[in-house]
């Protein structure tokens, strides 16, 4: 069965470094998306991403963050310059139509920020 | 701002038990409604889809229902088993927004032998 994919599983990272979380969506999908978790707490909305570009995103996706879609198997979210609330786990998903279609997520990437 | 809370937070059941999730939002005007189902440290995985214009789903020994009207939507689970222990989780998408999931807190789920 198809499946998104994330790399890598776990990342720790120094405070003010640069991240580049990978993902790689079902190939027939058409609407990605980056979720995160932080540990104990809901899973959040961070951007959703369609024909190239951004269609929506959240507050917490501010300049710090960007995503691309380099190729045309491939989905990144960078952090530009990482603070210790950014750890948490973040989930890459991929849908194939706009509404009223089942997401599909990845295995979550665990970024640790110390 | 659409609000997603689920009750229990946390359930023990023995095996066997049929046992209900709940679910509610605050903002009747929803697209679509997914529960997923998420074991520890792992991703999410997807157990059922319900439209607007539907009243439940069901997969196995699960069925989901929902009620626009009232804000809520219950996940039940039929004859549990320890592989069912997990946290169940239910998001929501309003309608017009996209396919942007707004998730619940969560209900931990925990089947004993």
């Known amino acids: 069965e198809p499946e998104v994919t994330q790399t890598p599983s776990h990342q720790v990272t120094q405070m003010g470094q640069e991240v580049i979380l990978r993902c790689v969506p079902i190939?027939?999908?058409?609407?990605f998306y980056w979720y995160r978790q932080i540990l104990g707490q809901k899973v959040e909305f961070l951007v959703s991403f369609y024909n190239n570009e951004i269609s929506e995103k959240s507050e917490i996706f501010d300049d710090q963050f960007s995503v691309e879609r380099p190729d045309g198997s491939n989905f990144t979210l960078k952090i530009r310059s990482t603070k210790l609330e950014d750890s948490a786990m973040y989930f890459c998903?991929?849908?194939?139509?706009?509404?009223?279609?089942?997401?599909?997520f990845g295995e979550g990437s665990w970024l640790t920020v110390v | 701002k659409q609000e997603v809370t689920q009750i229990p937070a946390a359930l023990s059941v023995p095996e066997g038990e049929n046992l209900v999730l709940n679910c509610s939002f605050t903002?009747?005007?929803?697209?679509?409604l997914q529960w997923f189902r998420q074991d520890p440290g792992k991703g999410l995985t997807s157990l059922l889809l319900?439209?607007?214009?539907?009243r439940e789903q069901t997969s196995g020994r699960l069925n989901a229902s929902l009620d626009k009207s009232s804000g809520r939507s219950t996940l039940y689970i039929a004859a549990s088993q320890p592989g069912d222990s997990a946290t169940y989780l239910c998001a929501v998408v309003l309608t017009g927004g996209g396919n942007k999931l707004t998730f619940g807190t969560g209900t931990q789920l925990k089947v004993e032998l």
């Open positions: 190939s027939n999908h058409l609407y």
């Open positions: 903002d009747s005007a929803i697209y679509n």
């Open positions: 998903a991929s849908a194939p139509l706009r509404g009223g279609n089942t997401i599909y």
């Open positions: 319900i439209q607007s214009s539907q």
